[in-house]
C-alpha cells in the first residue's frame, strides 16, 4: 500500500490562483482527489443516515450478546428502558476491551500485565483527583521573554562589551620586570579585591585577618538568608537588615581604598598627591 | 522583489528547516503573534535560561542593571579571550628560562591583537569581580534571598569565591614583579590557616615558596580546574533561579 496520495491538480491549480497559500492548497488537492476515489468506488460519502447507524448498533448489540459479555448483559435491561439509538457506558467499556483485543470471549489480562504480542503502551490513562497538582499561585503581570527581555539583555551586553573595547584599547594592562624572587618591590599590594584583607593585616595577626575574619565573613553571608527571618522584602520593613549590609560593604570598601591608595612604600600611610599613587590594577 | 526572493531562497530548504525549529525567528513565516513568540522561547535552546515569559517589573533596568547577565557575559568573554591567549603561553618559569614572562612580551609586541586581547581578558577580570559583586549587593536590597531563594544566594556566594579565585590564579600568570609579590602576600595569609597551615601553603605552592611549580599549578587551576567548578555551579545557579520563581519582587 501506497501512502502517497496524488493531488486534484485542477483544484490545486484554481486555489493558487484564488492567492491561497501553497501549503493550503495542497491539502484542499489533496482531499479533493481522495473524495474523488471514493465516488468512483461507489462509497457514500458524508456522515452515515440515521437509520443505518441505529442498524450498525443493532448489529453490535447482538454481537456482543452472542459472546457472552458480562457487561453487555447487565446493561440490556437498563437499556431497554431507557431506549435511544446511544451506546450505555457498559457497552462502550465492552466495545473499548475488545478493540483492545482482551473482551469478549477472550480471557481478562491479569492485573494488566500485557501478553506477549500485544501493545506494550497505551496512550490514554484514568488520573486519579489525587494524582493532579493543585497549583496556588496568583495570575501574575507577565511578559513575552521573547522579544522584550531578549532585547534588553542584547543591549546591555552590547553596551559592556563596546565599554570594555573601548577601555582595552586605550590603557594597556600593566607588565612590570620579570619576577626576582630576591628582589622585594618596596610597594607591595595585592589586588584589589584582596586589599581589605591585607589592611587588616596591619591591625592584626595573619591568622585573624587573613584567614579567620574572611572565613567567618564568608560563612556569615552564606547563612545571611537563614539568619534573617523577616518574611518582607520591602526596604522600610528591614532597617536591621539594610543597615547591617551597608555597614558591612562601607567597612569593607574603606578598607579597600585605604589600603590601594593611602598606603605606600613599606605599607605606612601615605597622601597619594604628595608621594603619588602605589596601585596598579 | 529581489530582496524577498533572496530570502526565500535562504530559508525555504532543508538545511535551514532543519537548524531552527519551529517558531524560530529565523524561520520563514515568523509572524509577531502571541503563539510565534511563545514559540521563540520554547523552541530556542534559551530555553535553558529564560521561561517563556517573565514578570514585567523584572525588565525594568533600575531592577536588576543587568548585573547578573552582564556577570555571565564576562565569564564568557573572559573565556574567549582566555582560549586566545593559551595559545601563545606556556606556563613555565625555570631559573634563567622564564618562558611565561617572554612569552607576555612576545604577546604584545609580535602577536597579532595580542596585546589587545591581553588587555581585554586582564579589565574583563576585574570587571567581572566587580559586576558578580554589585551584583550581590542588589540581591541583598531587593531581599531576593528569602524563601525560597535562600540556597541559590549560597550557591552565588560560593560563586562570588570562585570569582575571586579565578581573578587571583590568573594574577600569577604574567610572571612579573608585580604577580609574583601580590601572589606572595595572598599566600603568606594562608600559611596562617589554624593547625594545616604548612600543608595548605605547600600544596598551593607546589613546594615551600612561589617557583614554577606553582605557577604550573596555578596555570592549570586557572584555565582548568576553577572554570570546570564555576560552571557547574553557574548550571545550578540558572536553573534554580527558575525553579524558585523567577526574578524575586516585585516589592
Known amino acids: 500500500m501506497s501512502d502517497e496520495v496524488s493531488i486534484d491538480q485542477e483544484v490545486y491549480d484554481r486555489l493558487i490562483g484564488e492567492g491561497k497559500s501553497e501549503r493550503i492548497a495542497r491539502a484542499k488537492a489533496k482531499a479533493a482527489s481522495v473524495r474523488k476515489a471514493k465516488l468512483a468506488e461507489g462509497a457514500t460519502l458524508g456522515p452515515r443516515p440515521a437509520e443505518q447507524a441505529a442498524k450498525a448498533l443493532e448489529e453490535f448489540r447482538a454481537n456482543a450478546g452472542g459472546g457472552g459479555g458480562v457487561a453487555t448483559k447487565t446493561a440490556a435491561p437498563a437499556d431497554a428502558g431507557g431506549g435511544g439509538g446511544r451506546l450505555t457506558p457498559e457497552e462502550r467499556a465492552a466495545r473499548v476491551a475488545a478493540s483492545l483485543g482482551n473482551g469478549g470471549a477472550k480471557e481478562p489480562a491479569s492485573m494488566g500485565v500485557p501478553q506477549s504480542g500485544d501493545h506494550t503502551h497505551r496512550l490514554l490513562a484514568l488520573v486519579p483527583p489525587a494524582g493532579i497538582q493543585q497549583v496556588q499561585a496568583k495570575q501574575q503581570d507577565k511578559v513575552y521573554t521573547w522579544p522584550h527581555l531578549l532585547l534588553v539583555e542584547f543591549v546591555s551586553l552590547l553596551a559592556a562589551g563596546s565599554l570594555l573595547l573601548i577601555a582595552s584599547f586605550f590603557l594597556d594592562a600593566p607588565l612590570g620586570s620579570l619576577a626576582n624572587p630576591n628582589e622585594v618591590p618596596s610597594i607591595n599590594k595585592a589586588p584589589w579585591y584582596f586589599m581589605g584583607l591585607q589592611e587588616l593585616l596591619a591591625y592584626f595577626h595573619p591568622m585573624i585577618a587573613g584567614v579567620t575574619l574572611p572565613g567567618v565573613f564568608l560563612v556569615a553571608l552564606m547563612a545571611a538568608p537563614y539568619i534573617d527571618k523577616n518574611p518582607s522584602a520591602k526596604p522600610e520593613n528591614r532597617k536591621v537588615a539594610n543597615m547591617a549590609f551597608t555597614f558591612f560593604l562601607t567597612f569593607w570598601g574603606l578598607l579597600v581604598i585605604i589600603g590601594s591608595f593611602l598606603r605606600g612604600a613599606g605599607y605606612e600611610w601615605v597622601w597619594p598627591w604628595v608621594q603619588g599613587l602605589g596601585f596598579t590594577l | ?251
Open chain 2, 1 to 251: 522583489m529581489a530582496n524577498k526572493d533572496l530570502k526565500t531562497t535562504v530559508q525555504d530548504n532543508v538545511i535551514w528547516k532543519s537548524i531552527f525549529r519551529p517558531g524560530s525567528i529565523y524561520r520563514k513565516g515568523y509572524r509577531d503573534t502571541s503563539r510565534d513568540r511563545a514559540l521563540a522561547s520554547m523552541n530556542n535552546v534559551l530555553y535553558h535560561l529564560h521561561p517563556v515569559k517573565v514578570k514585567r517589573h523584572g525588565l525594568k533596568l533600575t531592577y536588576t542593571y543587568c548585573l547578573g547577565g552582564l556577570s555571565f557575559f564576562m565569564f564568557i568573554l573572559l573565556t574567549v579571550t582566555g582560549i586566545f591567549l593559551m595559545f601563545f603561553y606556556t606556563p613555565a618559569a625555570g631559573a634563567g628560562t622564564e618562558i611565561a614572562y617572554l612569552n607576555m612580551r612576545e604577546l604584545s609586541a609580535s602577536v597579532t591583537f595580542g596585546q589587545l586581547v591581553r588587555n581585554l581578558h586582564r579589565w574583563g577580570a576585574h570587571a567581572m569581580v566587580f559586576t558578580v559583586f554589585l551584583h550581590m549587593a542588589r540581591v541583598f536590597y531587593h531581599g531576593a534571598y528569602k524563601p525560597p531563594r535562600e540556597f541559590n544566594w549560597v550557591v552565588g556566594v560560593i560563586l562570588l569565591t570562585l570569582t575571586l579565585l579565578l581573578s587571583f590564579t590568573g594574577y600569577l600568570l604574567p610572571w612579573d614583579q608585580l604577580a609574583l609579590w601580590a601572589v606572595t602576600v595572598g599566600t603568606n595569609m594562608m600559611g596562617f590557616t589554624p593547625v594545616f597551615g604548612d600543608q595548605v601553603q605547600f600544596v598551593l605552592l607546589g613546594g615551600v615558596e612561589i617557583g614554577p611549580n606553582t605557577l604550573l599549578r596555578w596555570y592549570v587551576l586557572h584555565v582548568l580546574f576553577i572554570p570546570f567548578v564555576t560552571v557547574i555551579f553557574l548550571a545550578v545557579h540558572f536553573w534554580r533561579i527558575r525553579k524558585d520563581g523567577g526574578i524575586s519582587g516585585p516589592l
